[in-house]
């Protein structure tokens, strides 16, 4: 949908709203979002599927806000136009996603327990809770085959030999250990990247999570991915410190021999999927270096 078409529903169902400046962000994979006056942002999903998972959003982001996590979450409330489901509006949360270079340099060590305190809320509120929801699990069997089938039509073709054997004995590997599929599954956030993390520049502290679209049943390793893939494994061991939920060591095992991987290979297919430039040899260097330590550790 167009930005002028997305004011349009905003003046529409928001009229108290008066206008002054408007940030887009309309590159995201499943939601346009705009900003007005630095105070509000209203997501749009962009497809029908998506819109089901925001609506979602708002019954578990208002459980989630029981808990009192140490770090902010985004309040929702419901956008209807003729009786249509839009999207959702909140108050702005101040905070920047950062790339990783910048998180590297200024995240500080007490954000290990933010994190913690926020996955441990998170993940023991019981999945009984949302039967009215449709939050199921996603990462299936068939689902990580799909991962490598798509990476091995449209990956493999423009990368050495030797990477691709990293890769498949890294599929390889995760396909045949039961202790992925035998996992109790809980409520994930399911897409625990930097970009979906704010942080407060000046401080270099967590200062709020957003977008949970693909929240999901699910193993809750695959949460600490992102943290390993952008910050490393001293940092996600760390997080797992203040992790008070059980099985802390297994958890990591699972990220460090999977999950904390495989976060590369939606990188590159979305790059591929939408015509951007790969500098193929860097974008690859950090998954040979964490695959380095996951043959060390596993072998």
Not at 72 to 77: C, N, R, V
Not at 194 to 199: E, T
Request: glycine fraction near 4%; charge should be negative; aromatic fraction near 12%.
């Amino acid at each position: 949908m167009k930005v002028n078409q997305l004011i349009d529903i905003i003046k529409r169902t928001n009229p108290d709203i008066q206008i002054n400046e408007i940030q887009t962000n309309t590159n995201g994979w499943d939601n346009d979002i705009l900003i007005l006056n630095n105070k509000v942002v209203f997501r749009f999903p962009k497809s029908k599927e998506v819109a089901v998972k925001v609506k979602d959003e708002v019954s578990l982001i208002n459980r989630l806000q029981l808990e009192n996590p140490l770090v902010k979450l985004p309040k929702y409330e419901s956008v209807y136009l003729d009786g249509e489901f839009k999207g959702v509006r909140y108050d702005y949360l101040e905070g920047d996603s950062l790339s990783d270079f910048e998180v590297i340099n200024l995240i500080k060590p007490q954000n290990a327990e933010i994190i913690g305190d926020f996955l441990t809320k998170l993940h023991s509120i019981n999945l009984s809770e949302f039967k009215g929801a449709k939050i199921l699990p996603i990462h299936t069997k068939e689902y990580w085959e799909d991962l490598y089938n798509s990476v091995e039509a449209l990956v493999f073709p423009c990368i050495k030999q030797s990477q691709k054997i990293e890769i498949n004995n890294l599929f390889n590997d995760f396909f045949s250990n039961s202790n992925f599929s035998t996992t109790k599954k809980v409520l994930i956030h399911g897409d625990l990247t930097i970009a979906n993390i704010l942080f407060q520049k000046d401080k270099g502290l967590v200062s709020g999570i957003i977008d949970f679209t693909d929240a999901q049943a699910g193993d809750p390793a695959f949460d600490f991915a992102g943290l390993y893939w952008s910050l490393g494994p001293d940092f996600t061991a760390e997080v797992l410190s203040y992790y008070q939920v059980k099985d802390n060591g297994s958890i990591f095992n699972r990220v460090q021999s999977f999950y904390g991987l495989q976060p590369i290979f939606h990188n590159l297919l979305y790059a591929i999927k939408e015509n951007h430039y790969v500098d193929w040899e860097t974008a690859l260097d950090r998954f040979s270096y964490l695959n380095s330590i996951r043959n060390e550790k596993f072998k």
